[in-house]
Structure formats: structure tokens, C-alpha cells
Nanobody, 119 residues
Framework: QVQLVESGGGSVQAGGSLKLSCAGA????????LAWHRQAPGKERELVSS???????TYADSVKGRFTISRDNAKNLLYLEMNSLKTEDTAVYYC?????????????WGQGTQVTVSS
């Protein structure tokens, strides 16, 4: 069974940093596109950043210049470095693997990790 497990979430003050990790089990990351999504209370889930199998990346406008996505295929790990955090970054962050043409747009999802940014 494929499992994606996020770690690294927590509570930080505005301006601080966190690094999220997503470890894959029962899956090989190398042929898959990977992504981080987040969902804040009362809001829809949104794509934060993605990284393709060739390591091309995308970022939501709200996080450009502050977040960096990366992957380590040999270790089956996906990372999201988050700097200069803002209160509006508060959300549950989910990793996802293997893009698909239909919603929810990725075949595999983690359970999420909470990121709370306080002022």
C-alpha cells in the first residue's frame, strides 16, 4: 500500500521558517510529479508548489520567493522549505504524488501536517 507521510509542521512566529518533509513508502518517486497543497480553515485546498520528474517547479504567487520545493529521488523524499512565514500561511499542508488528469489531480496523498504561524 502506498503511503505518504508528512513531517516538520509545527507552530512558529511570523517571519520564521519551517522545512516540511514527505516520505514515500510503497512508491518510487522518481517517475512521478510531486506537489505540496494546503488548506486553511474555511478555504478550499490550493496548490502551493509542484515539482516535476524533471525537476521543473511551480509556485503559487502567494509563496514565490519565500518557499522552495525540492526532491531527493534516491531517498524517496519531497521537501518544502518555508521562509519568511506569514500568518496567512497557516494551514494543513499535504504532499501529493503522481499527477493525473482528473480531480483530485494526484493519485496519492498524505494525511497532512499542521503549520501554524502566529503574529
Amino acid at each position: 500500500q502506498v503511503q505518504l507521510v508528512e513531517s516538520g509542521g509545527g507552530s512558529v512566529q511570523a517571519g520564521g521558517s519551517l522545512k516540511l518533509s514527505c516520505a514515500g513508502a510503497g512508491i518510487t518517486f522518481s517517475p512521478c510529479g510531486l506537489a505540496w497543497h494546503r488548506q486553511a480553515p474555511g478555504k478550499e485546498r490550493e496548490l502551493v508548489s509542484s515539482i516535476s520528474m524533471t525537476r521543473s517547479t511551480t509556485y503559487a504567487d502567494s509563496v514565490k520567493g519565500r518557499f522552495t520545493i525540492s526532491r531527493d529521488n534516491a531517498k524517496n523524499l519531497l521537501y518544502l522549505e518555508m521562509n519568511s512565514l506569514k500568518t496567512e500561511d497557516t494551514a494543513v499542508y499535504y504532499c501529493a504524488a503522481c499527477i493525473r488528469g482528473q480531480a483530485p489531480f494526484y493519485y496519492y496523498w498524505g494525511q497532512g501536517t499542521q503549520v501554524t504561524v502566529s503574529s
